[in-house]
T-cell receptor, first 111, second 113 residues
């Protein structure tokens, strides 16, 4: 079983929709959970990270970790065409070293 | 520099040749990471350095792969006797210290023919 499972999509939504992206992980020792955004032909860029359980909000983005079910989510409110990208979830035990990524979900927001 | 710089951006090599991929991290960043990303997949960890010390090389696929960072700045990932299965995007990232945000470079697209 892969350590981080992510549905690759693709996911296509109309502008203004609420987007929900999800991952599951298998190892309870993980402490840090990240969401990276990767535009076509670019390197991944950190969008949000959370430590342990709970929610973290940043503008239109909310990251959520449920350690009891080993589930991590990213919600995008009022989605924009500029949000079209591949979203990668990742986990780490101690921080940014040795990140383990999911496959990524390709999102398209249609104007 | 302004960001993580990798060179070359594209490399086509014949099977059996050795290749060296270079990473120039953000100035002052002490931690440097190498990842490999296949098409349609997330990045896969290869190795990382703290200053010049290679802290973890557990992700290197086999002994044809090696990496160094002799002066704690620029790093080179070397693949000896390349094989077609080595074809991928090789990405470097750096962070100001451990447990902080890692910034990724544009990557080197390696094609082994």
């Amino acid at each position: 079983q892969k350590e981080v499972e992510q549905d690759p999509g693709p996911l296509s939504v109309p502008e203004g929709a609420i987007v929900s992206l999800n991952c599951t992980y298998s190892n309870s020792a993980f402490q840090y959970f990240m969401w990276y955004r990767q535009y076509s032909r670019k390197g991944p860029e950190l969008l949000m990270y959370t430590y342990s359980s709970g929610n973290k909000e940043d503008g239109r983005f909310t990251a959520q970790v449920d350690k009891s079910s080993k589930y991590i989510s990213l919600f995008i409110r009022d989605s924009q065409p500029s949000d079209s990208a591949t979203y990668l979830c990742a986990r780490a035990q101690g921080g940014s070293e040795k990140l383990v990524f999911g496959k990524g979900t390709k999102l398209t927001v249609n104007p | 520099g302004a960001g993580v710089s990798q060179s070359p951006r594209y490399k086509v090599t014949k099977r059996g040749q050795d290749v060296a991929l270079r990473c120039d991290p953000i100035s002052g960043h002490v931690s440097l990471y190498w990842y490999r990303q296949a098409l349609g997949q997330g990045p896969e960890f290869l190795t990382y350095f703290n200053y010049e010390a290679q802290q973890d090389k557990s992700g290197l696929p086999n002994d044809r792969f090696s990496a160094e960072r002799p002066e704690g700045s620029i790093s080179t990932l070397t693949i000896q006797r390349t094989e077609q299965r080595d074809s991928a995007m090789y990405r470097c990232a750096s962070s100001s210290q451990l447990n902080t945000e890692a910034f990724f470079g544009q990557g080197t697209r390696l094609t082994v023919v």
